[in-house]
């Protein structure tokens, strides 16, 4: 018979049931690097994407690429790696001679074990964060520590370092949010129980994690050079969703006839600015709420179900606001100003990474400049405005950025 004491236990919020692990939080735990020996003509090509597009060789590799059943994949792990690997060759197939020349069909020995892949891990069938970086790394000392100098992609796109830099950066940025992950429970369980010390202690860790955050967003100006993301890697990460340079979509040969459309990968697909979204109760204007809210559908469908599950939990606003204690609205504020800081910095980052150098791009194209030489002339003018998620880039940070500020206490407001 269950005691009152076991049902309790039952009835609080866990991480257990949502594939986020106690050390690495979204993080996936060391990922497989290899798969069977079947799949071994994936992997040849997956392992060459980079130097396969440089020598336009990566579009008539993969066209005469066996079709392979991917009924021998079992294990969630194995998905993974084929979904990484299958979703790399499908952005260099897409995007190898640029906007000017993409293509319409995905070659069915690509696109129908791809298909079945995403269908089977709910993910769809596009890079996503959740394999660019959550599955995406190993440590080449196995019993070294987890940082920059020890951490290697497993599969990589054009664009040298700065890509190596640019997944292991935001996999570093994940790896700080973990004592956040980790602790949302703890406040979640304390609002629940009107335990406040343990709400003010989960707060406290939640807030120190985020600020972890925008120290390791800041070891992107120093592991990626802007020209090379701008203008070389950006476009192997954008989507065929909105996009005026695909404006159809993509047909997925021996999937379906028509074309489909998806959204490239972005950090938007991280769960961890949800899940703080939703535990803080950030209010997003509903343009921005639909962007964000759509980006889940392309996250592990158990990491899209604990965001909403915090969703669902009593509000942890009002239960500070209820309490009146100042140490109490305090930490809760603090927690709100490091997140406002961390898309403040984000910011920043978008604009060194992505308006400054367009508008180089653009002012080189004005003066008609010959610009062979210039890597960041040769960047899809279609991506100038837009985030490879598809959204109109500053106008929408900017909006989320002040809708997070929108959440602080009424007093704290006033003192910005
Ligand atoms: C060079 C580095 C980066 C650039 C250029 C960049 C660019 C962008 C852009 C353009 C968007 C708009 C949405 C879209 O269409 O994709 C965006 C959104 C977002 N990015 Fe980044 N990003 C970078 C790194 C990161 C990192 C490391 C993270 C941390 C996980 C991150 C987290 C987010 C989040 C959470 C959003 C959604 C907006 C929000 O919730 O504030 N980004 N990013």
Redesign the pocket.
């Known amino acids: 018979m269950a005691s009152a004491e076991t049902d309790q236990t039952e009835a609080l919020f866990s991480l257990k049931s949502y594939h986020v692990s106690e050390e690495l939080g979204f993080i996936l735990p060391d990922p497989l690097v290899q798969l069977p020996p079947y799949y071994q003509p994936w992997m040849d090509i997956a392992l060459r994407i980079p130097e396969l597009a440089q020598s336009h060789e990566l579009r008539s590799r993969i066209n005469k690429m066996p079709l392979l059943s991917s009924n021998f994949l079992q294990k969630h792990k194995e998905l993974r790696l084929a979904h990484l690997a299958l979703s790399m060759m499908t952005m260099g197939y897409v995007w190898e001679e640029g906007e000017k020349d993409t293509v319409e069909i995905l070659p069915r020995s690509l696109a129908v074990p791809y298909w079945e892949v995403s269908q089977r891990l709910g993910l769809p069938p596009i890079i996503t964060h959740a394999d660019a970086v959550l599955a995406n790394w190993k440590r080449k000392d196995p019993d070294g520590p987890f940082n920059m100098e020890n951490l290697e992609l497993l599969v990589s796109l054009p664009g040298g370092e700065s890509a190596r830099g ?1 997944f292991l ?2 996999l570093l ?2 790896l700080a949010g973990v004592p956040a992950v980790k602790n949302i429970p703890t406040v979640i369980n304390g609002v629940r129980c009107g335990d406040t010390e343990a709400v003010a202690r989960g707060l406290e860790i939640i807030s120190r994690s985020i600020e972890d ?1 925008t120290d390791a ?1 800041k070891l ?1 100006q120093v592991h ?1 050079d802007p020209s090379v ?1 701008y203008g070389i890697m950006r476009i192997y990460l954008s989507g065929w969703k909105d996009n005026p340079c695909m404006p159809k979509g993509l047909v997925y040969e021996g999937v379906q006839t028509a074309p489909m459309r998806y959204s490239g990968g ?3 697909q ?1 769960s ?2 949800h899940c703080f979204d939703e535990l803080l109760g950030v209010k997003h204007e509903p343009k921005s709420a639909s962007f ?1 809210i759509y980006m889940r559908d392309y996250m592990p469908p158990l990491h899209k179900k604990l965001i909403n599950d915090i969703s669902l939990q009593p509000s942890l606003r009002s239960f500070v606001q209820q309490q009146d204690r100042k140490d109490l609205n305090n930490v809760f504020d603090l927690c709100v100003k490091k997140l406002l800081a961390l ?1 403040s910095y ?1 910011i920043n ?2 604009s060194r ?2 308006t400054v150098p367009a508008a180089r791009a653009r002012q080189l194209r004005d003066q008609n400049h010959n610009s062979d030489g210039e890597m960041i002339s040769r960047a899809p003018t279609a991506l100038e405005e ?6 109109s ?1 500053m106008s ?2 900017k909006t ?2 002040d809708q997070t500020k929108d959440t602080l206490l009424p007093e704290a407001m006033g003192s910005l």
Not at 386 to 391: F, I, N, P
């Open positions: 640019f950066v935001t940025v994940e955050m967003l992107m990626v993301f972005s950090a938007a991280s961890l600015l964000l898309r984000h980052v978008v990474f992505i837009r985030g490879t998620g598809g959204s880039i929408f940070l989320v950025r």
